[in-house]
């Protein structure tokens, strides 16, 4: 049986994942209390829900906050035989707050004496014992909701028993550095093409840039030392049953050399591994 437990902070898109897996023929179930998992694990598992592909829950500050903090102990009292996967949504502080305003919704820990930020706040540390029990993490700061939908059923829905979904992701470090990344390079140190005026306006994947970055000898080097680091560990990675590995590849802007690193990697891992994906976080 696979359960999908959906948590996240308010505001990060939990209701869209809810929705895409009830598209996808899931059972699923907004705002369960914790106490109540093993009881939904026992009834879903009778043959008149085989139906359905598996089910998924969503658990959130909305719990009172003791059961958020049993959360680990329930988990682990359910039986063997569940396979259990905690998707976890989150977002910058203030794409929040950016959302909450634009949509006029009140945040569930907000009141007269709790302000926005501190609601924020003090949800992420609520939630910290789902955070830390994340078998896949996405940051949705920069997502539409068509993004998240495509993000979750390649890397959630696309994934397959035994094998390992590997995201190359770019990213520029002025935006900060993604919540979901598992492994972070910096490479930074390299030539940068925004500084040679007909490159500017380009990125990573047009040619010109290719070119001029692989003109430069660090380049190779830098690409080098990348393969051989996870040639060796992305198998081990695998080995250990897990499920789901980010690799955030950053630069300043997020808009040269990340996007033709990751690009380069992508392209070269997909021939090794049967899901590799590639997100550009800084592009259109």
């Known amino acids: 049986m696979r359960l999908i437990i959906i948590s996240g902070r308010s505001g990060s898109g ?7 897996l009830e598209d996808e023929g899931y059972y699923c179930i907004d ?3 914790v106490s109540l ?3 939904l694990v026992e009834e879903t598992g009778r043959e008149s829900y085989a139906q359905f592909r598996g089910t998924a829950v969503c658990i959130d500050a909305r719990n009172a906050w003791q059961d958020l903090a049993d959360f680990p102990q329930v988990r682990d009292s359910l039986p063997a035989s569940v396979a259990v996967e905690i998707l976890f ?3 910058q502080d203030a794409t929040l707050t950016k959302r909450f305003s634009e949509t ?5 820990l907000s009141s007269g004496d709790t302000p926005l930020a501190d609601a924020i706040e003090r949800e992420r540390a609520l939630l910290e014992p789902l955070a830390a029990d994340a078998s896949l993490m996405l940051d949705t700061s920069s997502m539409t909701i068509y993004e998240l939908r495509d993000a979750i059923k390649q890397r959630l829905l696309g994934s397959s028993a035994g094998s390992m979904s590997i995201t190359f992701q770019s990213f520029g470090f002025k935006r900060g550095v993604p919540a979901d990344a598992d492994l972070v390079l910096d490479v930074r140190m ?3 093409p925004h500084w040679v005026q007909e490159l500017r306006a380009k990125t990573g994947l047009d040619a010109q840039v ?4 692989e003109a430069q000898p660090p380049t190779g080097e830098l690409y080098a030392d990348i393969r051989y680091f996870l040639d060796r560990w992305l198998p081990r990675y695998r080995e250990s049953n897990r499920s789901y590995m980010t690799v955030a590849i950053g630069c300043t802007g997020g808009q040269h050399r990340s996007v033709y690193l990751a690009d380069r990697l992508y392209r070269h891992y997909r021939e090794l591994f049967p899901e590799v994906h590639l997100r550009h976080r800084e592009l259109p």
């Open 14 to 20: 939990k209701s869209t994942a809810l929705h895409l």
């Open 31 to 33: 705002n369960l209390p």
């Open 37 to 39: 998992l093993p009881a």
């Open 89 to 91: 949504l989150e977002a």
């Open 104 to 108: 006029r919704r009140k945040h569930p």
């Open 190 to 192: 390299l030539p940068n």
């Open 210 to 213: 290719r070119d001029y970055l």
